[in-house]
């Protein structure tokens, strides 16, 4: 599971987050994982760099809900 990689702003179009990323697919094909399954915003920035990681919105739908803090 990865969720919300976020590269230094003053780092962003080097290449470092899409290296990070790739060494994470790689360590997770490497330990036989069948799926990597990924959480991220919903800007058309971050959904463009995980596609064209190879990351697809074709198979699954990912949501999430959080506990409301007590008063």
Request: charged share 25%; proline share 1%.
């Amino acid at each position: 599971m990865v969720e919300n990689v976020v590269t230094h702003q003053t780092h962003r179009g080097t290449g470092q987050g899409r290296r990070v990323m790739q060494a994470a697919i790689d360590a997770a094909w490497a330990a036989d994982c069948y799926k990597i399954m990924l959480l991220t915003g919903r800007t058309a920035e971050a959904r463009g760099f995980y596609e064209k990681l190879g990351f697809g919105t074709d198979e699954k739908w990912g949501m999430t809900i959080r506990r409301v803090p007590e008063r």
